[in-house]
């Protein structure tokens, strides 16, 4: 084992430096005690998950590698440790030390959790990263977390979402009515106030639904995990989306372990879950590329939202923000929070980058 080696200049030898004296003292000493940490996390996603499982599985060899193997994160998949969607209590209660997962499943004990998710026709990947890191996002997250000892790192990000699969073309709002969709989160309520039927199912039980017309239409992520789950197989229509523009992954910690971790530590994970953070949101862009490359040649019918619906939705987000901000004080803090801000960037992104983007379309 490699042994790391200290040097110190003594107390003494500073004063005499400072008082621009004669030669240094140095006393030297080495640690031989190599520390040995064991981290458990749990995930939300199955084994061997693309994209999302990959980052966390990378995250964590790179957490053993820079830690020269003092630090061993040992991650599970959903249901090995704990069911995918009870991993925010068993790490608030301790039984495991850290989960991955995303902060929109939370909604139920804080509907603010679902802001820090991201909302509809809100921030792309790009503009979320900023809010959390330099317009107070993380800090407010971490204090609302703090309630349930747990400390949140950023874990990654979505990326722009894919509307959903549709079985039959939606031209106006009429088409919407009634129709049954499976959509979770603040897009689901905003698609329910235009007359959807939001609907929540497990991952495995989405595709038979939409074979069989149980379901007329689903959202899930984007082309290359969408491409996995075989929907263009059942439904041809494939939308543009508005209601998850650049969905946060989270990487959380139990509070107390976290604050029991070395400083050194504590700031290797930070850098490691950084990069998790940033090198997600390239591989789904690479990824989905290649997956939407490949689903134009299967047939599949590329659509974006009418206006009609458009505007619609837009009104609707309104009226959802402004129903959870009468009901819960947290909404309507961290709302207001992100509303300047959100404002603030977008000016700057449709200037620089829809600007741009408009100037040469794909
Ligand atoms: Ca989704």
Known sequence: MKRRTFLLASAATTASMLAGCKRQEVHSFSVSKRRKITLKLATSWPANFPIMGEGVEEFAKRVYEASDGEVQIKVFAKNLLVPALQVFDACSAGQIDAFHSGPYYWKGKNPAFALFGGFPFGFTSN???????????????????????????????????MGGWFRKEIKSLKDLKGLKMRIPGLGGEVMAKLGVNAILLAAGEIYT???????????????????????????KYYYSGFHEPGSVLELTFNKKRWESLPKDIQTLITSCANEMNAKMVYNFQAKNAEALKKLKTLGVQLRKWPEEIVQAAQKALFEVIHEQSAKSADFKRVWQNIEPFWMENRAWTSLGLKNYLEMRDG
């Open 127 to 161: 503009e979320m990263n900023a809010w959390m890191l330099y317009g107070g996002g993380l800090e407010l997250w971490r204090e609302l977390y703090g309630k349930y000892n747990l400390y949140p790192l950023l874990g990654g990000n979505t990326d722009v979402q």
């Open 209 to 235: 639904a939409l074979d069989r017309g149980t379901i007329d239409a689903t959202e899930w992520v984007g082309p290359a995990l969408d491409i996995k789950m075989g929907f263009y197989k059942v439904a």
